[in-house]
């Protein structure tokens, strides 16, 4: 192609573009499909935000779903997604992903160290026709860092919050053995077996070796990317795209070498972790009040998308929310670290705890998902007061039984979240609602209405406790309603919470075979984008636990196999 003699320092067939799970995924097809890769990251580590989440994959109607006896369905997804998306919604991107999704799978487990497990129940995150309790969301199998050898080093940890004793991951089956050791000899069995393990860890490690949730995920595409020869560099960056005619041919990236023209033969893939810290991406698409705090790491800053957009790209927002959202809580810790904690599962569903705007009013189904949650804090309330902050409200028994937050459970003394105001703690309800700025009278009446639900096991007013995602993430042991408990005698207790993104929704527009469009529809030849890069098929919705990652596999998948031509008929 004219043009292309121009001098290169580095050529190869594909070029990745931030190792992330899209990233990832798509520099280890690439080279299983026999293409020279190369994979470039911005940071000194792999893993993005991928490698601090859940690492839950929802793909629908895998062979995993029936090894493990809860038989999933794409047509049941289907069913499901048209419920909650209406019909028109399941376009060609998204019917793509359905039939492409346990083929991916499939795919991993034959010809990579990537392996999935499919827990008995984790439910969708709406009661809607086609809904799954499990087998839709799938989980890494755990890894051991230690078969990384030094390459341990460059997993980015997860999020400090999230990891106890210095560096010990802590997974959602873990957390009985760990509240109650003695109640049962597995428990302590459990406990003492991750203790030691830890301890030993520790002597060699900066943290814990025993990887779980999206560090499996991350660890276990970093150990197939090496054997399959993928070239990585760190502390790579993309700037421009470089562009003959309208084509893109490689990349211009800034490195510890310097500046490099990268010559991509086969293509860019785009996968820098979408929106991110940017800005100027998020003064454009985010509402006002939830700019503030990001839960990306600090290395996304919407590189790719802005990259894309001055290649003629086009950022495209479904209908529905821009970003997919966190309630997050934040403290300033002693060292000077701020801690931004994301209530995903451990407080909000559990009985005894409600959640009130700035007028002292509950405006929400607390134990809803936190998407949903947070999409109730930003829109208007009835009481015409706003939701950001909101704050959780709960009595002393509770921490004492759920924790809140930042405080685990059994937590005796307080005094550090309180000096640091990320506890607001009141003798009354009066005292806590004049602390917090809300209207005392108001309050007392929010309560004692809950505790009225609570009695009954009814919540009127939300429907709290309803549905399988809230009772899943409540306490079975409370009876008859598992997210509803009376809120006992004070102290009370309050924690602000925030707006926080989790992901874009909003990204490029590509087409299903993930090559990025101009604003008319024409293909932008050589240029692809996965992960949240891409505009999400779930159009601002979050249907499910993994809705996010889940995709990002297939189209890091469906770009390499496109880019390597040998994408199987029945998907082309
Ligand atoms: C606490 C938490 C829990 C979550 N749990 C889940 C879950 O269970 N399931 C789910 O589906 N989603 C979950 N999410 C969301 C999900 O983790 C992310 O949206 C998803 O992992 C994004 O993947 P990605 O590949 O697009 O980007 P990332 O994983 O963020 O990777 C992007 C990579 O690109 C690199 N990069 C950025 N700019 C450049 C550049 N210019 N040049 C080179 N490299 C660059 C970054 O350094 C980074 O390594 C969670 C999020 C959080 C915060």
Redesign the pocket.
């Known amino acids: 192609m004219p043009g292309v003699e121009r001098s290169w320092d580095v050529e190869t067939d594909l070029l990745v573009?931030?190792?992330?799970?899209?990233?990832m995924t798509a520099a280890l097809v690439g080279a299983l499909e026999g293409l020279d890769v190369l994979l470039?990251?911005?940071?000194d580590m792999?893993?993005?935000?991928?490698a601090?989440?859940?690492?839950?994959?929802?793909i629908p109607g895998s062979s995993q779903s029936r090894r493990a006896g809860m038989p999933d369905s794409v047509e049941a997804a289907r069913i499901y997604l048209a419920a909650l998306l209406g019909e028109r919604a399941i376009d060609e991107r998204l019917d793509t992903f359905l039939k492409a999704g346990p083929v991916v799978l499939d795919y991993l487990e034959r010809k990579s160290s990537v392996r999935f497990t499919a827990p008995p129940v984790h439910p969708d995150y709406r009661d809607l026709p086609g809904a799954a309790t499990g087998g839709r969301a799938l989980g890494a199998v755990p890894f051991d860092g230690r078969e990384l050898g030094d390459d341990f080093a460059h997993i980015r940890p997860p999020?400090r919050e999230f990891m106890i004793l210095g560096g010990m991951m802590v997974g959602k089956q873990d957390i009985p053995a760990l509240l109650a050791p003695l109640r049962t000899w597995s428990n302590l069995r459990h406990v003492i077996g991750i203790l030691v393990r830890h301890a030993l860890d520790r002597f060699r490690y900066r943290r814990g070796t025993r990887l779980l949730m999206?560090n499996a995920l991350v660890a276990r595409l970093f150990d197939s990317i090496r054997r399959a020869g993928v070239r990585l560099r760190y502390q790579?960056?993309?700037r421009e795209l470089i562009i003959v005619g309208d084509e893109v041919v490689g990349a211009a990236v800034s490195s510890p070498a310097g500046a490099l023209a990268v010559r991509a033969r086969k293509g860019v893939v785009l996968?820098?972790?979408?929106i991110g810290w940017s800005r100027e991406l998020r003064e454009r698409l985010l509402p006002e009040a939830a700019r503030r705090y990001s839960?990306?790491?600090s290395?996304?800053?919407g590189?790719?998308i802005l990259a894309a957009e001055r290649a003629n790209a086009v950022v495209e927002s479904g209908p529905g929310s821009p970003a997919l959202w966190m309630p997050s809580s934040v403290m300033t810790q002693a060292d000077g670290h701020v801690s931004v904690f994301?209530h995903?599962m451990l407080d909000r569903a559990r009985p005894g705890l409600l959640a009130v705007d700035q007028a002292g009013r509950r405006f929400v189904n607390e134990a809803d998902s936190y998407h949903d949650f947070v999409e109730a804090m930003l829109r208007p309330h009835a009481s015409g007061s706003p939701a950001t902050p909101a704050f959780l409200i709960c009595d002393r028994l509770f921490i004492r039984d759920y924790g809140i937050g930042l405080v685990h459970p059994g937590t005796r003394n307080l005094d550090r979240f309180l000096k640091a105001r990320y506890l607001i703690k009141g003798a009354t309800i009066e005292a806590l609602a004049d602390k917090i700025g809300v209207d005392g009278r108001q309050l007392v009446q929010t309560v004692e209405r809950y505790n009225h639900h609570a009695e009954r096991g009814v919540d009127e007013d939300f429907g709290r406790g309803a549905s399988e995602l809230n009772r899943f993430n409540g306490d079975p042991l409370i009876q008859p309603n598992p997210c509803l408990r009376r809120i006992g005698p004070g102290p009370y207790y309050a924690v602000a919470v925030w707006p926080s993104d989790?992901?874009g929704s909003a990204g490029l527009r590509t087409d299903s075979a993930a090559r990025v469009l101009t604003r008319d529809g024409a293909v932008i030849p050589g240029l692809y984008a996965a992960?949240?890069?891409s505009c999400s098929i779930f159009r601002g919705t979050y249907p499910g636990?993994?809705?996010?990652?889940?995709p990002?596999i297939v189209f890091g998948w469906l770009a390499a196999m496109n880019a390597a031509g040998t994408l199987p008929g029945d998907l082309a």
């Open positions: 573009i931030g190792a992330g799970a899209a990233g470039c990251e911005k940071s792999v893993g993005g935000t991928t601090t989440s859940a690492g839950t994959v929802w999020r999206g790579t960056e993309l996968a820098t972790g979408g839960l990306a790491p290395s996304n800053t590189d790719g994301p995903i989790l992901a992960g949240t890069d636990p993994g809705t996010v990652i889940g990002a």
